[in-house]
């Protein structure tokens, strides 16, 4: 079992990783999939206490949109830029058009908000995701969500000798003969311990884990 595993640890150098998504700032926006037209509306409505990212306290936030799975320039879309402000109000609609019943099924909507600088070295503040399947046809669903800040577990190799990590797997995924389907987030912490020779796994937390049972809900648990 779990006898010997620390608690989910406050982490050296990152031990405000667990509360990250209360200091990036939350996100209000909504999403409505017109179906006669092919075309998914995202409208981004605004953001409220957002990290500053400027030497004066503030920043200079836009929205990215990006469809996964997917690289094409189309893909990517937009909001304006709003200069000094952690609260920015946007409301702003990008269209994406061609998007079909397959894809709603099957594609992930990446809302990222960063801060533009005057240098050219725009700096990513937080994000969240959405499966297009939660959408219904032509109804609108609206979203208040904190921004989260997601870090591939690809980075698990730079760890000290004794220094911990917090790391959020970017997807939890199911391949089915080339159907992705998302099943949620796990976060976990890492540290190897040259004391007694071994990685010790801290088990965090979960998040938008795909629901296994008949009344909606789960009973997770965590094998290594």
């Given at each position: 079992?779990?006898?010997?595993?620390?608690?989910?640890?406050?982490?050296?150098?990152?031990?405000?990783s667990l509360s990250l998504s209360a200091t990036l700032g939350a996100l209000e926006f909504s999403l409505l999939y017109?179906?006669?037209?092919?075309?998914?509306?995202?409208?981004?409505?605004?953001?409220?206490?957002?990290?500053?990212?400027?030497?004066?306290?503030?920043?200079?936030?836009?929205?990215?949109?990006?469809?996964?799975?997917?690289?094409?320039?189309?893909?990517?879309?937009?909001?304006?830029?709003?200069?000094?402000?952690?609260?920015?109000?946007?409301?702003?609609?990008?269209?994406?058009?061609?998007?079909?019943?397959?894809?709603?099924?099957?594609?992930?909507?990446r809302i990222s908000v960063c801060d533009e600088d005057k240098f050219g070295h725009n700096e990513f503040i937080g994000e969240t995701?959405?499966?297009?399947?939660?959408?219904?046809?032509?109804?609108?669903?609206?979203?208040?969500?904190?921004?989260?800040?997601?870090?591939?577990?690809?980075?698990?190799?730079?760890?000290?000798?004794?220094?911990?990590?917090?790391?959020?797997?970017?997807?939890?995924?199911?391949?089915?003969?080339?159907?992705?389907?998302?099943?949620?987030?796990?976060?976990?912490?890492?540290?190897?311990?040259?004391?007694?020779?071994?990685?010790?796994?801290?088990?965090?937390?979960?998040?938008?884990?795909?629901?296994?049972?008949?009344?909606?809900?789960?009973?997770?648990?965590?094998?290594?």
């Amino acid at each position: 079992g779990f006898v010997g595993l620390p608690p989910p640890f406050a982490i050296s150098n990152s031990s405000s990783s667990l509360s990250l998504s209360a200091t990036l700032g939350a996100l209000e926006f909504s999403l409505l999939y017109d179906q006669e037209n092919s075309s998914l509306h995202c409208t981004l409505i605004k953001a409220k206490g957002l990290k500053p990212m400027d030497s004066n306290g503030l920043a200079d936030p836009y929205v990215k949109l990006h469809l996964l799975p997917g690289a094409s320039k189309s893909n990517k879309l937009r909001t304006k830029t709003l200069r000094n402000t952690r609260n920015p109000v946007w409301n702003e609609t990008l269209v994406y058009h061609g998007i079909t019943d397959e894809d709603m099924q099957r594609k992930t909507l990446r809302i990222s908000v960063c801060d533009e600088d005057k240098f050219g070295h725009n700096e990513f503040i937080g994000e969240t995701r959405v499966s297009l399947k939660k959408l219904k046809a032509n109804q609108k669903k609206n979203f208040n969500i904190c921004l989260e800040r997601v870090i591939p577990m690809k980075r698990a190799g730079t760890t000290g000798s004794s220094r911990g990590m917090a790391l959020y797997e970017e997807e939890v995924r199911v391949d089915r003969g080339g159907d992705v389907e998302e099943r949620g987030k796990i976060l976990v912490s890492l540290m190897y311990s040259t004391q007694q020779g071994g990685l010790i796994v801290g088990i965090v937390r979960c998040v938008h884990l795909a629901a296994m049972d008949a009344n909606g809900y789960s009973d997770p648990f965590v094998k290594l």
